[in-house]
Nanobody
């Protein structure tokens, strides 16, 4: 069993930056994939960024060049650095982990970017 605890979020101004973190706990060795998703009310949850245990990354086109994802394998923690935030980034952000063929989600945290 993996528990994901997120930190960060809240209200920010357009053009601002924030770093989110998500710490995984439980009897785990090495998490295969960690990622961040986001969801706007009434829309499907979308993948924002993903990082594998080999540090291979993927970014949605909407955040390329603005967001960075990194992970600390010793701490089982994933970070999402969000720069040049835009109102379109407003959403509930969820941390995700894929471990031993199971999917795990964080509790979700609202990020609101005001213009």
């Amino acid at each position: 069993q993996v528990q994901l605890v997120e930190s960060g979020g809240g209200l920010m101004q357009a053009g601002g930056s924030q770093r989110r973190s998500c710490a995984a706990s439980g009897n785990i060795f090495s998490i295969d994939v960690m990622a961040w998703y986001r969801q706007v009310s009434g829309k499907a949850r979308e993948l924002v960024a993903r990082i594998t245990s080999a540090d291979s990354t993927y970014f949605a086109d909407s955040v390329k060049g603005r967001f960075t994802i990194t992970r600390d394998n010793d701490k089982n923690t994933v970070y999402l650095q969000m720069n040049s935030l835009q109102p379109e980034d407003t959403a509930v952000y969820y941390c995700y982990a894929y471990y031993r063929a199971n999917h795990y989600w964080g509790q979700g945290t609202q990020v609101t970017v005001s213009s």
